[in-house]
């Protein structure tokens, strides 16, 4: 199998079916990322198109660390990409909520199919899923969430506690029903 | 620890999973790419920055060009109509005949209403100094001192020392207001890294933890996370303006105009293996207002000091985060002050070819935006130019 490192010099050297294989190669990886951000295919669809294009004219951006760091860099890409088509068409407001009353329920995630739990992230209310997205997949600390979406570290946590909650509480009605 | 299991679930579960793709997506995008002129692409890389640096030597030289083709049109203008059959004296001809005819002369009131009329002639370019009226066409009575019979009833008499007084205003190119075209830059990239600190809810932990160890950290003491780090690069100004000087004295002139300047900064997070970097792109248009004290001059090359300030306004910002465009806002309104100093070289009096060595401070605006003005408010800079003394030609 190509590596992605002979990948990326068949990208450089101007072989043109090179791009193509890139995107045959991760775009199944990016539109699962995609449709954990947003719930609409058709505005999936839009944030994957442009993330590819964004990716393919700015490969002199990316550092190649070794075998994966290119599909971690695409799977990020994604991500912001996302994150900035939510931002420009969901009223997000990243606010503190208080977790004191929440109840903490127990759920089995892992007996959930993995597309039908892919596309429940995706429901969830556009500031929790962020959150979640950033500190479950991005593995960011609440600390990098902050600085990143400029909001409070405790804030961050917090709507991070929410939708981990909802996010149990949708899970054990699809298990029950 | 359920938040722990929980997230471990998460992303066993979903890291690395896969679906998909809608039919006819790679077609739109390789379309886009064809229209954007990125398919067919030899080197990515090397396109697309020689793309930017292109575009950067093209604006400086595009001013470079601009105002040597300005400047030699203006000249050119001017050697054309002087050399016209049907020109008229210079002003160096029309002085010296004046002055000679003051010498050889003896003073009459009529005469000087004469002459006083050639000076106040309501002629504009006469009184611009670009063309001046012989003395047979403004005067009879001079035309007559050229001849060989001398008439002392209308013969003309002006102090030797006051020859200015009938001198038509010959341009004298340090009055006279000029417009220059300018770039500069700052002498120096700017880096610095930094290290993340822990936060503060965990660095009350860790120094708990820690207490009773010899090397144990004091509670005020900072900690640096081992596995993260900010980086940021900030490149050099480049500014292009076009400038208008104005003569206050012989010596001193105040000059401003208008001048865009480009920053261009990168923003690196290095979380554990990982980096994220970020670009930013800022224009300014900015207004500059100083004051020029020429101390030095011999023939074309002459020597100013010059300080004072300037304004800008951030008219564009361009940010992404990995290739992917990001929203900020606006910088707020930027003052600074400069001083330096200045060698011009003129080689026509048309045309001056200049290097400003300065320093140039940059005042806090109060912004959340990081820029080489914030990292480096006092920096040393060169601005460079060609002056075109308008007035002069």
Sequence with gaps: ?177 | MEQDKFTQQLRDKLDGFEMDVPEGLWENIEAALQKQGVLPVSEPRRTRQSRFITLRHWAVAASVVACLVGGGYWWWSRHHVEGAPDSIHPPEKAVATVTTVTAETAETTKTMEAVKAVKTSPNPSYRRGMEVPSPEETSPTLSSRRGTEVNPAVAISLPKEEPEEITPPTPKRRKQPYISIYSGNGIDNYLSSNGVEMAEQKANSYHALYASNTHATRSRDIIYLASYEERQKHDHPIAVGLSLSYPLSNRISVTSGAVVTWLHSEFENIIRDQTITRNQRLVYFGIPLSMNYRFWQYKGLKLYALAGGQADWNVSVDTNTDGVKQEINKDRMQWSVHAGAGIEFCPIPQLGLYVEPGVKYYFDNGSNILNYFKDKPLNYNVQFGLRLNMWNL
């Design chain 1, 1 to 177: 199998m190509e590596t992605e490192e002979q990948l990326l010099s068949a990208i450089r050297s101007g072989d043109e079916s090179a791009f193509r294989r890139l995107y045959e190669r991760y775009s199944r990886y990016a539109i699962a990322i995609g449709l954990r951000y947003i719930p609409e295919q058709n505005e999936v669809n839009d944030v994957l198109q442009d993330s590819f294009i964004k990716i393919l004219t700015s490969l002199d951006q990316f550092n190649y660390r070794g075998e994966g760091s290119l599909k971690n860099w695409i799977g990020r890409v994604v991500a912001h990409q996302a994150i900035d088509h939510i931002r420009h068409r969901e009223r997000v407001s990243f606010v503190s909520i208080n977790t004191d009353d929440v109840v903490d329920e127990d759920s089995d995630i892992w007996e959930m199919p993995s597309e039908i739990l892919t596309r429940m992230i995706g429901r969830l209310p556009a500031n929790y899923r962020v959150v979640l997205n950033l500190y479950v997949f991005e593995r960011l600390t609440h600390y990098e969430i902050a600085q990143l979406l400029g909001i409070k570290e405790k804030t961050s946590s917090s709507l991070f506690f929410r939708a981990k909650q909802l996010l149990k509480k949708m899970a054990n009605d699809y298990l029950n029903e």
